[in-house]
Protein backbone atom coordinates (compact mmCIF):
# COMPACT_ATOMS: atom_id res chain seq x y z
CA UNK A 1 0.00 0.00 0.00
CA UNK A 2 1.95 3.14 -1.05
CA UNK A 3 0.93 6.49 1.05
CA UNK A 4 0.95 9.86 0.17
CA UNK A 5 3.92 11.57 2.33
CA UNK A 6 4.60 14.72 0.77
CA UNK A 7 4.87 17.95 2.84
CA UNK A 8 1.07 19.14 2.35
CA UNK A 9 -0.36 15.78 2.99
CA UNK A 10 1.34 15.11 6.34
CA UNK A 11 0.26 18.64 7.33
CA UNK A 12 -3.38 18.32 6.39
CA UNK A 13 -2.92 15.00 8.25
CA UNK A 14 -1.67 16.10 11.54
CA UNK A 15 -3.70 16.77 14.56
CA UNK A 16 -5.06 19.58 15.53
CA UNK A 17 -2.34 21.17 17.84
CA UNK A 18 0.31 19.99 15.32
CA UNK A 19 -1.20 22.01 12.97
CA UNK A 20 -1.78 24.91 15.33
CA UNK A 21 2.00 24.92 16.09
CA UNK A 22 2.83 24.70 12.02
CA UNK A 23 0.50 27.90 11.90
CA UNK A 24 1.64 29.58 14.49
CA UNK A 25 5.74 28.90 13.22
CA UNK A 26 4.96 29.75 10.03
CA UNK A 27 3.32 32.93 10.99
CA UNK A 28 6.87 34.02 13.33
CA UNK A 29 8.73 32.86 10.17
CA UNK A 30 6.61 35.85 8.27
CA UNK A 31 7.24 38.09 10.54
CA UNK A 32 10.94 36.87 11.19
CA UNK A 33 11.40 37.72 7.36
CA UNK A 34 9.97 41.09 7.16
CA UNK A 35 12.25 42.54 9.89
CA UNK A 36 15.29 40.83 8.58
CA UNK A 37 14.33 42.92 5.43
CA UNK A 38 13.45 45.85 7.33
CA UNK A 39 16.32 46.14 9.01
CA UNK A 40 18.57 45.36 6.15
CA UNK A 41 17.14 48.60 4.38
CA UNK A 42 17.15 50.60 7.82
CA UNK A 43 21.01 49.61 8.46
CA UNK A 44 21.63 50.34 5.10
CA UNK A 45 20.09 53.66 5.29
CA UNK A 46 21.84 54.23 8.62
CA UNK A 47 25.44 53.75 7.12
CA UNK A 48 24.86 55.72 4.00
CA UNK A 49 23.66 58.75 6.02
CA UNK A 50 26.64 58.38 8.19
CA UNK A 51 29.14 58.01 5.54
CA UNK A 52 27.74 61.25 3.58
CA UNK A 53 27.60 63.20 6.54
CA UNK A 54 31.38 62.40 8.04
CA UNK A 55 32.51 62.80 4.63
CA UNK A 56 30.73 66.80 4.92
CA UNK A 57 32.12 66.76 8.52
CA UNK A 58 35.85 66.17 7.73
CA UNK A 59 35.79 68.71 3.97
CA UNK A 60 36.33 71.95 6.15
CA UNK A 61 33.06 72.95 6.45
CA UNK A 62 32.66 75.53 9.21
CA UNK A 63 30.81 73.98 12.61
CA UNK A 64 28.02 76.49 12.11
CA UNK A 65 27.53 75.77 8.77
CA UNK A 66 27.72 72.52 9.47
CA UNK A 67 24.59 73.08 12.16
CA UNK A 68 22.63 75.38 10.44
CA UNK A 69 22.51 72.51 7.45
CA UNK A 70 21.69 69.61 10.57
CA UNK A 71 18.63 71.98 11.50
CA UNK A 72 17.43 72.60 8.29
CA UNK A 73 17.58 68.67 7.75
CA UNK A 74 16.55 67.24 11.23
CA UNK A 75 13.33 64.91 9.55
CA UNK A 76 15.94 63.52 6.79
CA UNK A 77 19.72 63.33 9.08
CA UNK A 78 21.21 60.44 10.02
CA UNK A 79 22.07 59.25 13.70
CA UNK A 80 25.74 60.71 13.23
CA UNK A 81 24.36 64.32 11.71
CA UNK A 82 21.70 64.52 15.14
CA UNK A 83 24.69 63.15 17.30
CA UNK A 84 26.83 66.45 16.31
CA UNK A 85 23.70 69.00 16.19
CA UNK A 86 22.97 67.96 19.33
CA UNK A 87 26.68 68.36 20.79
CA UNK A 88 26.29 72.02 18.78
CA UNK A 89 22.99 72.73 20.15
CA UNK A 90 24.17 72.34 23.95
CA UNK A 91 27.43 74.04 23.06
CA UNK A 92 25.52 77.29 21.70
CA UNK A 93 23.52 77.31 24.76
CA UNK A 94 25.83 77.66 27.09
CA UNK A 95 27.94 79.88 25.24
CA UNK A 96 24.66 82.68 25.21
CA UNK A 97 24.41 82.32 28.93
CA UNK A 98 27.75 83.71 28.73
CA UNK A 99 29.01 80.43 30.23
CA UNK A 100 32.95 81.06 29.37
CA UNK A 101 34.61 77.41 31.53
CA UNK A 102 35.98 75.10 29.14
CA UNK A 103 35.07 72.10 31.35
CA UNK A 104 31.65 73.45 31.93
CA UNK A 105 31.10 73.49 27.88
CA UNK A 106 33.04 70.69 26.76
CA UNK A 107 30.94 68.42 29.71
CA UNK A 108 27.34 70.24 29.15
CA UNK A 109 28.16 68.98 24.84
CA UNK A 110 29.55 66.01 25.42
CA UNK A 111 26.76 65.13 27.94
CA UNK A 112 24.27 66.19 24.94
CA UNK A 113 25.93 63.35 22.98
CA UNK A 114 25.95 60.83 25.19
CA UNK A 115 22.03 60.89 25.80
CA UNK A 116 22.06 61.57 21.84
CA UNK A 117 23.81 58.68 21.25
CA UNK A 118 21.85 56.29 23.98
CA UNK A 119 18.59 57.27 21.87
CA UNK A 120 19.82 56.84 18.50
CA UNK A 121 21.15 53.45 19.54
CA UNK A 122 17.86 52.71 20.73
CA UNK A 123 16.34 53.00 17.36
CA UNK A 124 18.70 51.07 15.38
CA UNK A 125 18.63 48.13 17.40
CA UNK A 126 14.37 47.76 16.86
CA UNK A 127 13.17 44.39 16.28
CA UNK A 128 16.77 42.78 17.03
CA UNK A 129 15.24 41.51 20.45
CA UNK A 130 12.86 40.27 18.46
CA UNK A 131 14.72 38.04 15.78
CA UNK A 132 16.69 36.35 19.09
CA UNK A 133 13.90 35.43 20.83
CA UNK A 134 12.48 33.94 17.41
CA UNK A 135 16.23 32.52 17.21
CA UNK A 136 15.69 30.60 20.37
CA UNK A 137 12.02 29.81 20.91
CA UNK A 138 11.09 28.43 17.38
CA UNK A 139 13.15 24.98 17.91
CA UNK A 140 11.23 24.59 20.89
CA UNK A 141 7.66 25.19 19.59
CA UNK A 142 8.06 23.12 16.79
CA UNK A 143 9.79 20.27 19.21
CA UNK A 144 6.20 20.51 21.53
CA UNK A 145 4.49 20.08 18.32
CA UNK A 146 6.61 17.03 17.33
CA UNK A 147 6.79 15.13 20.68
CA UNK A 148 2.74 16.13 20.53
CA UNK A 149 2.37 14.49 16.96
CA UNK A 150 4.24 11.64 17.92
CA UNK A 151 2.02 10.81 21.30
CA UNK A 152 -1.13 11.17 19.99
CA UNK A 153 0.25 8.35 17.04
CA UNK A 154 1.05 6.00 19.18
CA UNK A 155 -2.07 6.27 21.33
CA UNK A 156 -3.87 5.99 17.74
CA UNK A 157 -1.56 2.45 17.48
CA UNK A 158 -2.93 1.00 20.60
CA UNK A 159 -5.93 0.36 19.64
CA UNK A 160 -4.50 -1.68 16.58
CA UNK A 161 -3.61 -5.05 16.78
CA UNK A 162 -0.79 -5.57 14.01
CA UNK A 163 1.95 -2.76 14.27
CA UNK A 164 3.96 -2.19 11.08
CA UNK A 165 6.82 0.45 10.02
CA UNK A 166 4.27 1.68 7.51
CA UNK A 167 1.60 2.26 10.24
CA UNK A 168 3.90 4.05 12.39
CA UNK A 169 5.83 5.75 9.96
CA UNK A 170 3.37 7.89 8.90
CA UNK A 171 2.36 10.20 11.86
CA UNK A 172 6.17 10.00 12.96
CA UNK A 173 6.58 11.77 10.08
CA UNK A 174 3.44 14.15 10.34
CA UNK A 175 5.03 14.93 13.31
CA UNK A 176 8.40 15.68 12.41
CA UNK A 177 7.19 18.69 9.87
CA UNK A 178 7.06 20.55 12.66
CA UNK A 179 10.88 20.81 14.42
CA UNK A 180 11.31 21.15 10.31
CA UNK A 181 9.06 24.57 10.53
CA UNK A 182 11.05 25.64 14.00
CA UNK A 183 14.07 24.72 12.36
CA UNK A 184 12.92 27.33 8.93
CA UNK A 185 11.94 29.79 11.36
CA UNK A 186 15.17 29.59 13.62
CA UNK A 187 18.11 29.85 11.29
CA UNK A 188 17.45 32.26 9.38
CA UNK A 189 16.73 34.84 12.56
CA UNK A 190 19.80 33.11 13.91
CA UNK A 191 22.03 34.05 11.03
CA UNK A 192 20.13 37.95 10.33
CA UNK A 193 20.52 38.65 14.04
CA UNK A 194 24.42 37.88 13.95
CA UNK A 195 25.22 39.76 11.34
CA UNK A 196 23.01 42.57 12.38
CA UNK A 197 24.72 42.78 15.78
CA UNK A 198 27.81 42.83 14.51
CA UNK A 199 26.46 45.96 12.04
CA UNK A 200 24.93 47.73 15.01
CA UNK A 201 28.19 47.07 17.19
CA UNK A 202 30.27 48.97 14.37
CA UNK A 203 27.94 51.39 13.78
CA UNK A 204 28.16 52.22 17.71
CA UNK A 205 32.04 52.18 17.93
CA UNK A 206 31.80 54.79 14.60
CA UNK A 207 29.47 56.63 16.57
CA UNK A 208 31.76 56.76 19.72
CA UNK A 209 34.67 57.19 17.89
CA UNK A 210 32.87 60.27 15.80
CA UNK A 211 31.79 61.88 19.81
CA UNK A 212 35.37 62.08 20.66
CA UNK A 213 36.89 63.29 17.56
CA UNK A 214 34.31 66.08 18.02
CA UNK A 215 34.58 66.62 21.30
CA UNK A 216 38.64 67.49 20.98
CA UNK A 217 37.68 69.74 18.19
CA UNK A 218 35.26 71.24 19.98
CA UNK A 219 37.87 71.06 23.21
CA UNK A 220 40.51 73.57 20.88
CA UNK A 221 37.88 75.83 19.37
CA UNK A 222 36.99 76.66 23.16
CA UNK A 223 40.42 77.02 23.78
CA UNK A 224 41.18 79.11 20.98
CA UNK A 225 38.18 81.52 22.58
CA UNK A 226 39.30 81.51 25.42
CA UNK A 227 43.17 82.31 24.55
CA UNK A 228 41.40 85.12 22.34
CA UNK A 229 39.48 86.57 25.08
CA UNK A 230 42.43 86.94 27.50
Known sequence: ??????????????????????????????????????????????????????????????????YAGAAKNAKTSGPMERIFASGMREYQKLREKRIADPGTLMDGARRAMRASFQREMDVIETHLSFLASVGSVSPYVGLFGTVWGIMHSFIGLAALTQVTLATVAPGIAEALVATAIGLFAAIPAVVAYN????????????????????????????????????
Open 1 to 66: MNQDLSILTMVLNASLVVQLVMVLLMGISIASWAAIFRKLFSLGKVKGLNDSFEREFWSGSSLNDL
Open 195 to 230: RFARDIDRISIRLETFIEEFSNILQRNVGAQSASGH
